[in-house]
Structure formats: C-alpha cells, structure tokens
C-alpha cells in the first residue's frame, strides 16, 4: 500500500479523510506516525461528540512526543476504533486501514475543498521532510 | 572509569524474570520482622473505622534491607563516582559539610514558635540577602520548592501585578522564546495564561524584531533564560528587556544558568524584573536522584508586594519573627501578597546547604566558579569541535551545543551516541534540547570536574565519533557495559505496570 | 587564585585551558555582556574554612530549641517520629543523593527501583491502584490534585472542609489564582450537600483536629454528582484505619515526612499522590514502571513521560520537574525496614497515648476534649484559658503545643482559640506527665501569659 494513498485527501497537520456517502472516516498519516515513533497511546472522542473542522480531537502519543489530532472536517463522531485504544501499535502498523481512529457523520460537504489532494500532500511531506531532524 | 557491573550473588530470592536484584516484596517471608520500634500498646479505634482491608506490607529483617538497598545504590551512576555533563543541570560537586550542617536543624518542626527558631530564621534572613545581592533584586522568596513551582510563583506574582493595575482581565499572554525549558510554557498554561513562541535569530538571539512584532497590550510577561539553553548570552538583553517593559509587561529570568553568571554579571542590572535560582544546581546541593531541590525567587521592589506570605522581619535588636500578628495566623495585612506556597520557608533542609555553600565560598569564591564555569566550557568546546557540527559560531559561556547531525547520517544517532558514552564510564549530555538544534547534545562540565576529566571526556566522544564513521551498528547496540542494555520504553508505556501487586490475589499483574 | 576549594583547577590548568581556547583570559570570551554590568562587586562576605563554617552553623542552630529538648506535642501533617538508624545511612547514600534524575535509566537503577518499591508500599498502605513518584509536600498535592479533577470533569468549583489542614487549604487557594478556580470552604459534615457544580470534595481523614472523618459517604456524594472524591490522608493512620481506596477515594494526598524523613523545619518532605487506574493519564508527576532490557531482564524507567512538561509543554499534566525523589526512596527505606508490624506498633503507640492524655487532660478544671468524635492520634483540648496564652504559658515551661483556631474559614478565624495535641510513638509517660501536671497547676494558679 502506498504511503499516501490516492484515493483520501489530507490535512496539513497530517490527518487523513475516506469519504463513504454521508460518513468520513479519519485517521493519521503514515508520515505522521513515522515521525511519532512506536504509538503508546490515542485519545479519542466518545460517539456523538462533536467535532469541528481543524480543531483537536483528540491525543495520540509516543514514548517522546504527544500531538493533537485534529479533525479534518466538521461533524458527529459515529464510531471510535476501540481497537486502536487497546493495540496503539495498529497505528504503527497499518496508519490507512486497521488504524483508523473515528468515523464522523458529515456535516457540510464543502469542508473538503479546503484539505488537499494526495498530490498536494506528498508536495507538502516532501517539503517539510529535509528540514532535518527527528 | 568503567561502571561497575555489581555481580548481585544468589539471595535466594526468586524473580519472575532474570533481574539485576529482587524486589522487597521478593526477599520478603512471613514472620522476618525487625523491632525499632516497641510495640504493646493496644488502640482503641471504633470498629467502624479500622482497617480490615490486609496490609501486604514485606516483611524483611534489617539486615536483609541493608543489603538490598546497598545494592540497589551500586546500581547507580552518581555525581560522586563520576562526571555528568548535563546542559543546565550544573551537576557540580556536592560538598559534605552542607549535609552534615543541614543535619544541625534536623529537629525543628516549622509550627514552633518564632521564638524557638531564631537560628532558623537568622539563616534565611542572610541566605535571602546574599541571593538579592548575587542577582541585582531587592527582595526574595525561599517559599518554592523547585524551579519549576518558582516559575509558577513568578507568575501568580505577575498576574497579581497586573490585577493591581487594572489590567489582569486583558493581560492573557506569556511569551517565551523557541529554546525555552520545558516547565516555562507549563507553568504559564497553570497560571491560565497562554503561551506563544518567539523565534531565535541566526546567532542564537531571541530574534529582537520577532518580539516586537508578538508583544502587544495583551501580553503580561516574557519568560527569558539568560545565558540561554545554548549557553550563550543574550547580545541585545537591554533592548529585549526595554522592549518587554515598553508594552506593559514583565520579564521574568529563568536562573537554571545562574552558575554562568555568579560575579560575572547580575540579571537585576540586566532589566530582569525578577529571577529565579536553582539551588541544586548553582549552589551544590545534591539532586538526589531526581530532587528535593529549591527554587527561590528574586525579584525588583515593585513586584515585592505580591510575593508569598509570611515574610521575615528582623529587628533592631537582632531578633527575628514574622510579619504575622499572632505567628502561624493568617499575617497581618495580606495585603497584595499572592498568598502562601509553602507554610514558613520552603525545603528548609535544601536551604541551609546552599547557604552553608556560600558562606564557604565566599565573594571570592562565587566569583572564581563563575569564571571556571566558562573556562571548562570553552575548553571542552574547543576539543570537540573537530568532530561535531557546532550549532552557533559564537563563544558560550557554562555549557555550549553540539549537533550530532553529521553522525545521524552515518548511522548514529545523538541518542545512540549518549548510549554508547555510557559504555566509556561517563553519564551523557542531555540530549534532544533545546528543540530548535537537531541531534542536539547540551554539555555543562561545571567547575569541579578536574582538567583530566575534561580531557578524557572528550577523548571518549572522539572516539565514539570514529566508531561512528567506522562502525555505527556497534553505537547503535550501545550500551553493552552498563548493568542493564537497553529498556524497552514503549512496552512500558503502552501496557504500563506501576506497581507490584501480590501475586495470587485479585487484581495482581505479576 | 584558589578561592574555590572545591575547584580543582591549579593555575597550571587553567593556563592550558585558555591556550588550547586560544584566548589570554576569560573576560576575552565576555564580550557579549554590556561593559558596565561585567564583574559586579556582589558585597557577600568572603569565604571559610570547612572549619569555621560547621562552627558558624553550629552556632546558629544553637539558637533553636530542638523538638526533642523537652516535652513535644506539636504534629499534624509534620511528625516527630522515630527514624531508625538504617534509613539515613541507606537513603543519604552518595549513590542516592548525588545522583541525578534517571533520564539515562541504564546507569539509574538504583534510583528507578527503589521509586518504585516506593510507589507500591505507598499504593499497598492507601489501598490505591498508582502512585506517583512524589510531589513536593502535602500542600501542593493537595492543589494538584484539585487542578486534576477540574481537569477531569471540566468544573472550576472546587469545595474542601475546613477541616483540612488550614497551610494546605492556603496553599489551594494560592494554587487557584492561576486557573481562577472557585474555592468553597464547607465543615466535612457539610461537604455531602454542597456537590452541585463541583469537580471535587476535598476532605481529610483524621481531620486537622483529630477527628476521624466518615469519607465513605463524602465519596458517594462525590460520585452520584460526577465529581471526584479527593482524601487527605497520613501515612501511619492508614495502617490502623479504613485506607483511602476502601473509602471511595478517587485521588489520594498527603505529606509522607513521617516515613523516615526528618521534619528540618519544613522540607524537604514528600507529597504523595495516589489515583485509580482509570485517572492516571491525568496523574501529575513522574511514575516508574517496569519493562525489560534488550536482554530480557527487568528493569524501570519513568514512564508515561508525555504527560510531562518536558514532552509536553503547555499541555502537560503539571509543571513539575525536580520532584522529592529521594524522600520517595527514604520512605521505601524506612517502610522495607518497619514492615506491617513495626508501622501499626509505631501507629498504635501514638493513639494509646493520645487517648490517655486525653482523657487525663479532660478530668482538669475547665478543659475539656473539643473533637466532634473519636480521633486518632491527636486531638483538640479546649481550655478556658486561651488557646494561645496556654500555648505561651507551656513554652516558657519548656514544654511545646501548637494553639490554632477552632475554624479557620477563607481566612479569616473563626471561633474560640484551642490547642492541638499531637502524640506519636516518642512521646513518653515523662512528656505524659509534664503536660498533664503544667495545665493541671495553671488552672490551679489562675496565671496566664499575654499573648505576644
């Protein structure tokens, strides 16, 4: 599977959308966890929380660093991953497919123009991953 | 000096798993008791209020309590069996006299009179003066028990400041620069500010314009260490400082690299508005493993005020009390005060060394360490700098980083080279701060690490350097001769076991 | 120059120092400080032999009347307990005291295990899930705590009985002018009533005064209105009363001096904190855990470290670095060395004494016992002299007692003055009597002391 599958769009903050009708499910990049190191931890919202687009969800950790998640569309939180918040590795391990954290029922469509097509995030990974460092 | 690897022999006690001493729970049987303290006495607790859950406390007799904990600190590396050359941690020597005069004040209780600690309170009227003078403040706080509850003390202070003015309800925000320790953002978010970030500039500067560009009408303080978590010297601290003052704020001094500065130059003629001292770290008194230490608090005239209650008062006669009404009443006009961080004043016991270590070390004294402190920096820095990248090209002051960049690249990285320094019987530098260097390795020698320490230190990361080049699996499988290999961290986070739980009943982990 | 005795760089040594630099002198290296602030004339005295300092600070100590040099019934969160020989000379080992905190936990596991032989010593005595590694004192626990729970449940309101220990109730407050937490101060009996809106009822059991404290029922309300129930507690209480996990308790503090560590007026001591399992993300502090090495042998490492300010920043649970770790170690020490049996027989001693004096103190004209039920190891005596001159009276007789206010409410005192009897295992039918017999002879004599 490829590092940034073509067929989701991208947050710059490294979340990723699967758009299924009126439901999106979210997760973080392969890039993201990379840069995170081995999962220890993820935080999600209970179902029906509320989530906006942008702003954090929730907290995924790794022995030396804890990042926000934060959502990339706005909408009802359906579905959260139990299996993520009892095997963290999952998100190590397969960021795009087991690793999924929420499902989020859609609140307006329009929201996705302002994430990026696959191509604009590899652009954007690939700006950002020589400026070095872990 | 190599580490020694104790050769723990069979105590006959079993462990789940291979390990390097059992567990009191493991050397413990049914019936091994000590007798410290006599027992007999039969209590009269209501039934309704005793303990009937089972108290599964060890059982173990002295001499088997003896042992174990002396192993347990042949475990340990320690600034008494060798270097440590942390950046901003001062590991300098801790002399003996403190811990044995700090003994002196053992049996005091702080709820006694006034009138039966006058030797107490003498000490800490002198121990705060000498600290205003070092610093260039006019008052201090000995309240704070760690750098990090002074920081949050300064800004309870400043946040009361402002409220004095009119102004808490729209001074909101803290600034600190891109190379801040860790506790400054933490300790404003506690104090219900919230924080931004300034960027520093090419020569490891809080970029002077960036500043002015982020400072506004809304912002109550800067917090600035100075020298910085580089190590180097703020060029433009005037300027930073008026421009702070300029926009209604206050400039708060991180003192965690204070060593620098002892009789070199003082934050109080800087234009800091107060400061902070780690004791642990400027003034010898020992880390203890992880702490106590304490974190007094320096500040200008006008911030006096605010500063936690009771202060000391000292009178004609050379007697000493507090400016309460009645002792450990509430004092007499709170007034401004911000209130009490700790009753009386704060980790007493940590105090008097750091007092002791002054009164031994004298104006002389203080001033020769600051200048020692630079000078084994700078000769450190001048040894390594063939084999490590620099991050700035400007001379540092107590403590200077390096960036193993070049030897990530290679294969090894900063943590697999601190790993393998272990290995050449040194403790490492710190490592991955201040955030803005990658690979970044932080190296303070002190002024108590003797110039044949200095120079194998370096001799032992120029050799790792090689090994680098030549071999970087074999730093990468560092440490080898430690008493442990490396921990797995991850599984200790994700499925953490905080606790020994008696095995065979519910709940048990083990 | 030689004025550091501590400095082992010879005149020799520095000169190659600055050769191998490339400079003449340090001041070369100082360009960066503005001219007029370099080389501050400090005006501190000059220096001492190791000699004349252990006799200066000799000197002033002996300005102190020592807890022990007579009579001594001053306690609270702070005891005069018997410390025995083993535990300094273990704890205050160089290996223990100068080490550093064990970010390199290879070359640190003397440190990291005994933390956490003290984490579940503490976690098996308070019948909790987790204990952290120390915080600073009972004080600041106690605030942390509150910041917890407000954490937790989103609710600024936080209430606490004014039973608890009146310098911790001061420190909350202080704590509470960073977040503007509201703090409502309620006697225990109160606190089951006074839930609505608040993230935690904070109640101390055995109270300030003595007094033991039903918590079971405070810890009940807590729940049934989504707060959190956070005990006060101290550590030899829990070896003979109901512990903080059996009573509902969610978060556990307190002051762990008593466990070997000496009172040196204050501190260092050691703030404990305990929580249930289900918390522990929003625990304060360090924690150790156990894992395994690369070989698969057992070994701890502070865990959980994203929580932390140096992870975390501003996000973090606490500010809290420099922690009271060796505290933690003397107290596993001082709990290794006691076991089950020495620590409810150094408990036991405590309240069999206080429970005789008391009921000595109680057959004296005009005084009588003030606690509102059964206490443990200490308690109030109100007299009808003053709780402050009779405090005065007693220390110009050499013997010492703590005199407080019957309530202390957001500041301010409120009721008659008494006088608090703390006893522990070191206090001898000697002390017994010299109490017993001074009040006895100032309510005979009708003298009291004005108050200062």
């Not at chain 2, 811990?99 to 121990?127: C, I, K, N």
């Not at chain 2, 809080?206 to 180097?232: C, I, Q, S, Y």
């Not at chain 3, 550093?100 to 579940?120: D, F, H, I, K, R």
Request: with cysteine.
């Amino acid at each position: 599977m490829s590092t940034v599958p073509d067929d989701l769009r991208y947050s710059k903050e490294h979340e990723w959308v699967r758009l299924e009708g009126d439901t999106a499910t979210i997760g973080i990049t392969h890039f993201a966890q990379e840069q995170l190191g081995d999962v220890v931890f993820v935080e999600l919202p209970e179902k029906n929380a509320s989530v906006r687009q942008f702003a954090s969800l929730g907290v995924v950790e790794s022995v030396k660093a804890a990042s926000d998640i934060y959502s990339p569309i706005s909408g009802e939180v359906v579905e959260r991953n139990v299996k993520v918040i009892e095997k963290p590795e999952l998100v190590n391990r397969s960021p795009y497919e087991q690793g999924w954290m929420v499902k989020v029922k859609l609140a307006d469509k329009g929201e996705l123009n302002k994430l990026l097509s696959a191509q604009d995030y590899r652009a954007h990974i690939g700006e950002t991953a020589g400026a070095g460092g872990d | 000096m190599t580490i020694r690897t104790q050769a723990i022999p069979d105590v006959g006690a079993k462990t789940p798993v291979p390990a390097l001493e059992p567990l009191v729970f493991e050397l413990a049987r049914p019936g091994r008791n000590g007798r410290h303290v006599r027992s007999g006495e039969a209590a009269d607790i209501p039934e309704a209020f005793r303990r009937t859950t089972p108290l599964r406390l060890p059982e173990l007799t002295e001499p088997q309590v003896v042992r174990h904990y002396t192993h347990l600190a042949q475990l340990n590396y320690s600034v008494d069996t060798g270097m440590y050359p942390l950046g901003s941690c001062t590991m300098k020597y801790n002399p003996k006299v403190n811990d044995r005069v700090a003994g002196l004040f053992a049996d005091v209780h702080p709820r006694q009179s006034y009138r039966t600690t006058q030797g107490v309170l003498a000490l800490a009227y002198e121990l705060e003066q000498m600290l205003a003078k070092i610093t260039g403040m006019d008052f201090v706080s000995l309240q704070p028990q760690a750098g990090a509850q002074s920081e949050f003390t300064a800004l309870l202070v400043f946040k009361a400041y402002h409220a004095k003015r009119g102004e808490a309800a729209t001074r909101t925000r803290i600034i600190v620069p891109d190379s801040a320790h860790g506790t400054n953002p933490a300790s404003a978010a506690m104090c219900g500010y919230h924080v931004t970030t300034v960027k520093s500039d090419a020569r490891g500067n809080v970029d002077l314009d960036a500043l002015k560009a982020e400072l506004g009408p809304d912002v109550a303080g800067f917090m600035l260490t100075n020298p910085n978590t580089l190590g180097l010297f703020e060029e433009r601290v005037r300027e930073v400082c008026d421009a702070v003052h300029a926009a209604g704020a206050l400039v708060y001094g991180d003192g965690a690299n204070m060593n620098a500065l002892l009789g070199v130059a003082r934050p109080g003629d800087l234009g800091f508005d107060c400061v902070h001292i780690n004791v642990h770290k400027t003034f010898s008194t020992p880390h203890g493993a992880g702490g106590p230490g304490a974190g007094p608090l320096c500040v200008k005239a006008h911030l006096r005020p605010f500063l936690p209650k009771p202060w000391i008062v000292r009178e004609a006669d050379g007697s000493y009390h507090y400016d309460t009404a009645r002792e450990d009443r509430e004092p007499a006009g709170l007034g401004d005060s911000i209130g009490t961080i700790k009753q009386r004043i704060g980790n007493f016991g940590v105090l008097a060394r750091a007092y002791t270590y002054m009164k031994t070390l004298g104006e002389e004294g203080l001033v020769e360490t600051g200048r020692d402190a630079i000078l084994a920096a700078n000769y450190l820095l001048a040894l390594l700098r063939p084999a490590y990248d620099v991050a700035y090209d400007r001379p540092p002051m107590h403590e200077f980083v390096l960036s193993a960049a070049k030897q990530k690249k290679l294969g090894a990285s900063a943590l697999d080279i601190s790993k393998a320094l272990l290995d050449e019987g040194f403790h490492s530098p710190t490592v991955y701060f201040p955030l803005i260097v990658p690979e970044a390795m932080m190296i303070e020698p002190t002024e108590t690490e003797p110039k044949e320490t200095l120079d194998a230190f370096a001799a032992a990361l120029l050799r790792i350097a090689e090994r680098v080049k030549s071999d970087p699996a074999s730093v990468r499988a560092a440490p080898t001769k430690a008493p442990l290999r490396r921990l797995d961290e991850v599984a200790a986070a994700r499925k953490p076991v905080l606790r020994y739980r008696v095995p065979g009943v519910a709940g048990a982990d083990t | 120059m030689g004025n550091n005795p501590y400095s082992p760089h010879t005149e020799a040594d520095r000169a190659a120092m600055l050769q191998k630099i490339g400079v003449r002198d340090i001041d070369e290296l100082l360009g960066a400080i503005p001219k007029d602030a370099r080389h501050p004339k400090l005006d501190v005295a000059p220096g001492m032999s190791e000699m004349e300092v252990q006799a200066h600070l000799e000197q002033l100590a002996a300005l102190n009347k020592n807890a022990g040099s007579g009579p001594f019934f001053i306690g609270g969160a702070i005891q005069r307990r018997y410390i025995p020989a083993a535990v300094p000379v273990l704890a205050l080992r160089g290996e223990f005291l100068t080490a550093y905190t064990p970010y390199q936990p290879e070359v640190s596991q003397g440190t990291l295990q005994a933390v956490w032989e003290y984490q579940s010593l503490m976690a098996e005595l308070l019948a909790m899930d987790v204990v952290n590694s120390s915080m600073y004192d009972g004080g600041s626990a106690v605030a942390e705590a509150a910041f917890m729970a407000v954490r937790l449940t989103g609710r600024k309101r936080v209430v606490v009985a004014t039973e608890v220990d009146f310098t911790y109730r001061r420190t909350l407050r202080t704590y509470a002018r960073g977040p503007e937490l509201e703090i409502v101060e309620v006697p225990s009996a109160k606190l089951a009533s006074s839930v609505e809106g608040a993230a935690c009822l904070i109640v101390q059991h055995p109270d300030a005064f003595g007094t033991l404290v039903d918590v079971k029922t405070i810890a009940d309300a807590a729940h049934a209105a989504g707060a959190l129930c956070v005990q006060v507690t101290e550590p030899h209480a829990c070896a003979l009363l109901a512990p903080p996990g059996a009573l509902g308790a969610d978060v556990v503090v307190g002051e762990g001096q008593p466990l070997g560590i000496t009172m040196s007026y204050g501190g260092p001591h050691l703030g404990i904190f305990a929580c249930r399992e289900a918390l522990v993300r929003q625990m304060p502090g360090r924690i150790a855990g156990q894992t395994l090495d690369a070989n698969g042998t057992r070994g701890f490492v502070n865990t959980l470290q994203t929580r932390e300010q140096h992870i975390r920043r501003e996000k973090a649970t606490s500010n809290i670095c420099t922690n009271e770790a060796l505290a933690a170690i003397t107290a596993a020490v001082y709990l290794s060395l006691l076991g089950p049996e020495g620590l409810r027989a150094a408990a036991r001693a405590g309240v069999a004494r206080a429970h005789a004096l008391a009921k000595r103190l109680a057959a004296l004209p005009g005084c009588a016992i003030a606690n509102d039920g059964p206490f443990f190891d200490r308690f109030t005596l109100r007299s009808e002299i003053g709780g402050w001159d009779l405090r005065n009276a007693l220390l110009a007789r050499g013997i010492q007692v703590e005199a407080t206010a019957s309530h202390y409410v957001d500041g301010r005192r409120v009721g008659r003055d008494d006088v608090i009897i703390q006893c522990t295992e070191l206090t001898t039918d000697a002390d017994e009597d010299a109490l017993v017999d001074a009040i006895a002879e100032l309510a005979r004599s009708g003298e009291t002391v004005a108050a200062r």
